[in-house]
């Protein structure tokens, strides 16, 4: 019985020398390498490609021949809408990076002007194909279409911000960002690139969280 006392005072001082070590460790942080950071935004580039096809499809209602000529016109529009917003974007990281160098006058009113020129070059490319899409979807189904890009666009920056105004970190998925019912099925467009692969044939369903 003896024996059994000491042996049962010793694992208890063991545990408590144990814990005031781990009280003195500061927490370990991961650190995201390179690699990390570009998979993580590759995955959520795609789940908001997805989620935005099923969006509009769902918006709009488009049927099978609506959806076959829709799709590779919107493609080619919101390619050059993501064209048109990298430069801007570039011009102004330039701008950025020039008054950071404290760079000269001359250099800093270069990047000014290269900025002002991508600014003034930001446009709504939809606007651009509004003939095309009226052709295609009639001119009620085209208005949806712009006030579905605004919604969807809304959506996702509650849903990046967590609701908080705050870019979330690699890893941490925001509150309200769920997949929609819906996302993922195949639809009727055959033989579409880009956008319009995996449309839904039900329209999702709606989540309080969801703007």
């Known amino acids: 019985m003896k024996k059994i006392l000491i042996a049962a005072a010793a694992l208890l001082i063991?545990?408590?020398?144990?814990?005031?070590?781990?009280?003195?460790?500061?927490p370990q942080q991961y650190k995201f390498s390179k690699e990390d950071i570009?998979?993580?935004?590759q995955g959520a580039r795609n789940r908001i490609q997805s989620e935005h096809i099923a969006y509009?499809?769902?918006e709009l209602e488009l049927t099978p021949v609506e959806a076959e000529?829709?799709?590779?016109?919107?493609?080619?529009?919101?390619?050059?809408q993501m064209e048109n917003n990298q430069e801007y974007r570039q011009a102004l990281k330039n701008l950025k990076q020039v008054l950071k160098d404290g760079k000269g006058e001359s250099e800093v009113k270069a990047a000014l002007e290269a900025y002002n020129k991508?600014?003034?070059?930001?446009?709504?490319v939809l606007a651009d194909y509004e003939k095309d899409f009226i052709k295609i979807i009639g001119v009620v189904k085209t208005a949806k279409l712009y006030v579905a890009e605004d919604s969807f666009r809304t959506r996702q920056i509650h849903n990046l911000t967590g609701g908080?105004?705050?870019l979330q970190q690699p890893g941490v998925r925001p509150l309200g960002n769920r997949q929609q019912n819906g996302?993922?099925?195949?639809?009727?467009?055959?033989g579409q690139s880009g956008f319009g692969k995996g449309q839904p044939k039900e329209k999702p369903v709606q989540r309080p969280e969801d703007i």
């Open 69 to 80: 000529k829709f799709w590779p016109i919107y493609n080619k529009a919101h390619q050059e």
């Open 183 to 190: 996302k993922g099925q195949s639809g009727s467009g055959k």
């Open 14 to 26: 063991g545990v408590a020398v144990f814990a005031q070590n781990q009280e003195g460790r500061k």
């Open 164 to 166: 908080r105004g705050q």
């Open 118 to 124: 991508a600014k003034d070059g930001q446009r709504n």
């Open 38 to 41: 570009e998979e993580f935004r």
């Open 56 to 58: 509009l499809t769902s």
